[in-house]
């Protein structure tokens, strides 16, 4: 088992940049997929991107592609999002999530953050 917690999250203009970090205690890091995933009032949690054990793939939904890129860091144990031209249809909570296997769907997730929250303003 692992316990993500995350962090850096705050309140923007919009167009600016803002990098999330996501601390991760027990289990075997190295051995997860990691991901990002968010959640708006009202709406469902969507995935943001994930990166396997390596490093060696990434992928991200449509609505972040160009403009976010995550990365890990599996001696510290972390994962990051780095989020540039941030939008306001970018804010919402975000949560760090681990799998035992590759996907991009919530429900292959087991262990989350407690969320951090992204605010972008126009």
């Known amino acids: 088992q692992v316990q993500p917690v995350e962090s850096g999250g705050g309140w923007v203009q919009a167009g600016a940049s803002l990098r999330l970090s996501c601390a991760a205690s027990g289990g075997t890091f190295s051995r997860y997929t990691m991901a990002w995933f968010r959640q708006a009032p009202g709406k469902e949690r969507e995935f943001v991107a994930a990166?396997?054990?390596?490093?060696?793939?990434?992928k991200s939904a449509d609505s972040v592609r160009g403009r976010f890129t995550i990365s890990r860091d599996n001696a510290k144990n972390a994962v990051y999002l780095q989020m540039n031209s941030l939008k306001p249809e970018d804010t919402a909570a975000y949560f760090c999530?681990?799998?035992?296997?590759?996907?991009?769907?919530?429900?292959?997730?087991?262990?989350w953050g407690q969320g951090t929250q992204v605010t972008v303003s126009s």
């Open positions: 990166i396997s054990w390596t490093g060696a793939m990434t």
């Open positions: 999530a681990a799998a035992p296997l590759w996907s991009s769907a919530v429900a292959s997730y087991s262990y």
